[in-house]
């Protein structure tokens, strides 16, 4: 039975020929395992079949059936059963782990708090099988702070429970927490396994912080866990979203692809990210070449390109390409990717029509990037009609608002601006504060509109107002449709000199900060402004710099007057 690629259904009836059967206590074992080998052979219906001629199943045998039926609902109902059973038969860890792997794939949360319940009757909750099970529950729930509460609680933790952690908090998108319990691990002399090294990069890829993206590299070659498939994967997914393609793209060219996707999507990414259109399609044609065969994730990389390129005739080709040639059913993301390039190519109606007409029922996002472009086309007839479909999916959405201003304060409609913050009060709506943020050897310096709380605020202002004259006798005039106030133009002017992106700036380019030559690495927590956009293209000539800003859409690259979005974002 332990050999490879023999019918369970053979050597079954080999044991009823032998006379060997379910009811004797001595052949347990072997029927047991045999349930488990029908399952790996995808004979779920015999397995089950099986596990009904036992008699008297003990708790190996449930635990076999249920962890057979781990990825389907009926697992909780013959755990259910097991704890109704006449011969009232106790789980064990392994029966919590198998059901609770059943719970994180559930739509409805509300059976893992309950089996918690259990797991402390029955004295189990300890056991580092079933806390690691239980975080990793509660984590996929959204309650990481239960997941905190579990893992905080055991008197023993090992690798498995520290990488638990790590994921659960990096998938709940607790950048800092996920890293810290990375360093409490290597604190307490816990080896880093696979797991917990690509959670921790995933944690702090998604915060584009570079420098610590670097250290984990250095010592995932250290334990020689960066040939690991899904290390790898992360490091270049990690590399990607720090905006360090080219590092990411020598990582991949480094490894032994052959037909592993997910490296291939994840380097397909870190191209969409930055509007690299050539090179994604590149690697698409070398992917295909090889025998690779695309998927959902790989056309989205593809179509997030063209989408951040502003290439809308593309855009949908690929996708009419992707449900076709390849047959793929494309995802929501897929034709938010459409109706977000035809908007911003000024075909406003046509991606109405495509989120009317696609199978999917429009979210939040689709009516963002549809009012997102009314703000980029000055159409404001369309945007409050659109305002009012997201907020009846997200009424605290503030997007929303701060959109809809937008678009208002370009037509100089300041009455109807008036209107909508007046609203959004009302409402007890609150506008997400905008910060930027650059790295400094490790550590990162956040700045806001107008701050002044920096320990170097008085050189950062000088050096500011030294960027603002050098730049403007190159020629940069101000985006004062920026500005959602009706005021004075000078004292319009004047407020966008403090913007948290050229804060940000000018601290990088003062003494100490980042050595000269090296580029200025800002991110950005919203969209970046139309004006500090048009600043930074002659702050980079006249500082001598490359500037790369990640904002909330893309990644940004200045360098010789120019931006890689090509001025659509």
């Known amino acids: ?172 998108k607790r950048t800092i927490d ?73 990582l991949f060219n480094e490894f032994e692809i052959g037909s ?61 390409k992707m449900k076709l040639d390849y047959k793929l059913n494309p995802w929501i993301e897929h034709y938010t990717c459409l109706i977000g390039a035809m908007g911003r190519f000024g075909r406003l109606e046509e991606a109405k029509k495509v989120a009317s007409t696609m199978p999917y029922e429009p979210d939040a996002a689709v009516y963002r990037v549809l009012l997102s472009s009314c703000a980029n086309n000055g159409n404001a007839d369309s945007a409050w009609g659109l305002a009012e479909k997201l907020w009846e999916i997200e009424p605290n959405d503030d997007s929303a608002y701060v959109i809809l201003s937008n678009v208002y304060a370009g037509a100089s409609m300041w009455e109807e601006v008036k209107k909508v913050w007046k609203m959004m009060r009302e409402r007890g709506v609150r506008k ?32 500011v107002k030294e960027l603002m004259v050098e730049i403007e006798k190159l020629g940069y005039v101000a985006k004062l449709d920026e500005i959602l106030h009706e005021v004075e133009e000078k004292e319009k002017r004047e407020f966008l000199w403090w913007h948290g992106e050229k804060l940000a700036v000018a601290f990088g380019l003062l003494e100490g900060v980042v050595p000269r030559g090296k580029p200025l690495r800002i991110l950005k927590n919203l969209r970046m402004c139309k004006d500090c956009h048009e600043a930074f293209k002659y702050i980079g000539v006249v500082a001598e710099r490359e500037i790369i800003v990640r904002d909330v859409h893309r990644y940004h690259r200045f360098l010789n007057g120019r931006c890689s979005c090509g001025d659509s974002w």
Request: aromatic share 10%; charged share 20%; hydrophobic share 45%.
């Open 1 to 172: 039975m332990a050999e490879s690629g023999i019918d369970p259904r053979c050597v079954h009836v080999e044991a009823i020929k032998k006379g060997i059967n379910p009811s004797s206590r001595e052949n347990r074992v072997f029927f047991n395992n045999l349930i488990t080998v029908y399952a790996n052979s995808n004979l779920h219906s015999s397995a089950l079949q099986l596990f009904h001629s036992i008699p008297r199943p003990n708790t190996v045998t449930w635990t076999s059936i249920i962890t057979a039926f781990s990825n389907s609902p009926i697992a909780v109902g013959l755990f259910i059963s097991m704890l109704r059973h006449p011969r009232r038969t106790l789980p064990n860890a392994r029966t919590f782990a198998s059901l609770l792997k059943t719970c994180a794939s559930l739509p409805n949360h509300s059976l893992g708090p309950q089996l918690h319940s259990l797991s402390f009757k029955l004295c189990l909750h300890n056991s580092p099988f079933v806390a690691s099970a239980f975080i990793s529950v509660y984590s996929k729930s959204g309650n990481w702070n239960a997941a905190c509460k579990v893992f905080d609680e055991m008197p023993d933790r090992d690798e498995v429970c520290f990488a638990a952690i790590i994921n659960g908090l990096a998938q709940n």
């Open 260 to 320: 592993n996707l997910a490296l291939w999507n994840a380097m397909m990414a870190a191209y969409a990210l930055q509007g690299s259109k050539e090179n994604v399609i590149e690697l698409f044609n070398s992917m295909e070449k090889r025998g690779v065969r695309p998927d959902e994730y790989t056309f989205l990389a593809i179509l997030t390109a063209f989408y951040n390129a502003g290439m809308a005739i593309e855009t949908e080709m690929w996708l009419n």
């Open 178 to 250: 996920s890293l810290h319990y990375f360093i409490l691990m290597k604190r307490q002399s816990i080896p880093s396994t696979f797991h917990s090294i690509s959670g921790v990069l995933c944690a702090i890829s998604r915060a584009a912080m570079l420098e610590l993206c670097m250290a984990i590299h250095a010592h995932a070659v250290i334990t020689g866990l960066d040939l690991d498939i899904y290390v790898a994967t992360a490091l270049i997914d990690g590399y990607g979203k720090c905006g360090l393609v080219e590092e990411a793209r020598k």
């Open 432 to 463: 997400e504060v905008a910060r930027s943020w650059i790295e400094v050897r490790g550590q990162n310096h956040v700045f806001f509109a107008g701050d002044k709380r920096h320990y170097r605020n008085e050189e950062i202002r000088e050096k």
